[in-house]
């Protein structure tokens, strides 16, 4: 949670600030830039008032807002009603992660249940517990200057520091798997080579026989001793065809990190079935299959999933745990023009360009927060005050932006089974759902300088849509995936206390602004939709650019 007393401290030192001349107030706003890097702030945050700068005027603000969520709204999670709070750490956090959380994995496990006849088999990784909590904290410096009466314009650049605190945990004592050491990242050179050799052997041995086949051997083509050939050399298929999506070594075949232990019932089973059939093969005049497939004798410890596999040459990922970056976010430039402004009752038009200046989230990290969408963003937005008297008054606002397509790589799957191999990262080009947002801030003046208000805000972003950049990869996944719960929903109330008050300086009137702003989620969907909590802190500083 955002501490109260140190944002009303904050707010303090920024009005005290205020009060000092022209001259001296720019050296201490040193200050204030020290204690406010640790709040953060965001463009659709700050408390609309619908003004405009005075022509000539130049305004600078400091507008940080720190933003922290360990939850969010979920959606198909299984035994909870959609829009429910839950745990950011949800999709890794399971009971037995196999095929549920690893998605590549169903191949080989589909295999298992073929060979041991039990279609009830999975893969049991383990228990996975995941705690997560994060934070975002923008520190945009924000100028605007008043071309004329009615119209403005602004630039925004924020540095946006993102923070992801993880406790990642795996518990693999009912495990019922360990390392394919078919492949040589989990095993070693020799477990894959002889995992190598009882492919090519049986693959051999079903060659040997259908020659015999189709030469007339075993009473063919009728006949019962060649039916008999005939099943054998099925179940043989059937078997070379498991092992290679047991194993991962068939061309195409999905990368797999896991194999039954030897001295599991699937393991035993798996066993069984490579000798029965070889010995059947060889029954029938085969050369023999003298190699079996390599088992692990031990489960995996629970440090693995993070050191050996994720950050392993199939996954190429980083560990699950802390992360933390600080970079510029997405830059806006932007105009504001007043359509209507008297005493009681002023209207803004504004509109805004989003520069793709911030950093997406990273496809190699599965618990990063970018510090910004890495695109272009064009929106358009009102404002609108009414105070028609001294005590009371209420503004608006609502925006409508339209986010424009970029490339940049992801990893092809859903948000509930996010732990894919590097196999699966491609360029897509992402479009994101355009967003609404409606605003409204009732006031009450509490003097001629000070007023309160409360705020409710909504927030809705369409369903992305994804597509591989000219024709799809051979053996891509579908692109589809990546829309899966995209659209988002959130409704958010909150208040604040804002301050303007007018300075007068070598003959300039000019406005001071400071205020606090705090907003809370309290309900929504979409399942990426967080629950959030956020302060923001806000000073402006006019001074007279040119003209009178």
Not at 348 to 354: A, G, P
Not at 433 to 442: E, H, K, L
Not at 536 to 541: E, P
Request: proline share 5%.
């Amino acid at each position: 949670m955002v501490k109260l007393s140190s944002a009303f401290r904050l707010l303090r030192l920024m009005i005290g600030i205020s009060r000092c001349s022209w001259i001296t107030r720019a050296g201490k706003l040193a200050a204030y830039i020290v204690l406010a890097t640790s709040s953060a702030g965001s463009a659709h945050a700050q408390y609309l008032d619908a003004r405009l700068i005075p022509r000539g005027a130049l305004r600078i603000d400091f507008s940080p807002r720190y933003t922290n969520y360990d939850l969010r709204f979920s959606f198909g999670t299984p035994g909870i009603s959609d829009g429910t709070a839950e745990p950011l750490g949800t999709d890794l956090t399971v009971d037995t992660a196999g095929s549920n959380i690893f998605p590549t994995f169903s191949g080989a496990e589909n295999a298992i249940r073929s060979l041991t006849g039990d279609a009830t088999y999975r893969l049991n990784v383990g228990k996975f517990s995941t705690i997560r909590d994060a934070d975002v904290r923008h520190f945009p410096f924000g100028f605007a200057l008043g071309i004329s009466q009615r119209l403005t314009v602004r630039l925004n650049i924020p540095i946006v520091t993102t923070r992801s605190q993880v406790t990642f945990t795996s518990d693999t004592t009912d495990a019922n798997v360990g390392w394919n050491l078919a492949n040589e990242n989990y095993g070693d050179a020799t477990t894959a080579a002889d995992a190598a050799a009882l492919i090519s052997q049986l693959s051999a041995a079903i060659s040997e026989i259908e020659a015999m086949i189709a030469a007339g051997n075993f009473g063919c083509p009728t006949g019962p001793g060649c039916d008999q050939a005939r099943s054998i050399v099925t179940r043989a298929t059937t078997l070379l065809g498991n092992l290679f999506a047991l194993t991962g070594l068939g061309a195409g075949a999905d990368t797999v990190a896991f194999a039954p232990l030897a001295t599991s019932t699937a393991g035993a089973a798996v066993l069984a079935e490579i000798a029965a059939v070889a010995l059947n093969l060889q029954a029938l005049g085969a050369s023999p299959v003298t190699a079996t497939l390599p088992l692990p004798t031990g489960r995996l410890s629970a440090d693995d999933i993070n050191n050996v596999l994720l950050a392993g040459p199939d996954f190429m990922a980083l560990p699950i745990g802390f992360n933390r970056q600080t970079r510029f976010g997405d830059i806006e430039i932007g105009a504001r023009f007043g359509v209507l402004m008297n005493a009681t009752t002023r209207a803004v038009l504004t509109t805004t360009i989003r520069l793709p200046t911030g950093r997406p989230s990273s496809a190699d990290n599965f618990v990063d927060i970018g510090t910004g969408d890495g695109q272009t963003d064009v929106e358009l937005g009102i404002e609108a005050a009414f105070e028609p008297g001294n005590s009371i008054g209420v503004s608006f606002g609502a925006s409508y932006t339209l986010q424009l397509a970029h490339t940049l790589n992801r990893r092809v799957t859903t948000p509930d089974a996010p732990l894919v191999p590097v196999s699966h990262r491609f360029l897509v080009k992402r479009d994101l759902g355009n967003v609404i947002r409606f605003s409204a801030y009732p006031t009450i003046r509490l003097s001629s300088a000070f007023r309160v208000f409360g705020s409710v805000h909504y927030f809705r972003k369409g369903r992305d849509s994804f597509s591989y950049p000219g024709s799809s990869p051979a053996g891509a996944p579908d692109i589809a995936l990546l829309e899966v719960e995209t659209e988002m929903r959130a409704l958010s109330y909150g208040g604040g206390i804002a301050y303007r008050s007018d300075q007068t300086s070598r003959g300039r009137t000019l406005p001071i602004e400071a205020g606090l702003n705090y907003r809370a989620a309290f309900s929504g969907s979409g399942g990426l939709t967080p629950k959030t909590n956020s302060m923001q802190l806000y000073l402006r500083l006019f001074f007279q650019a040119f003209g009178q």
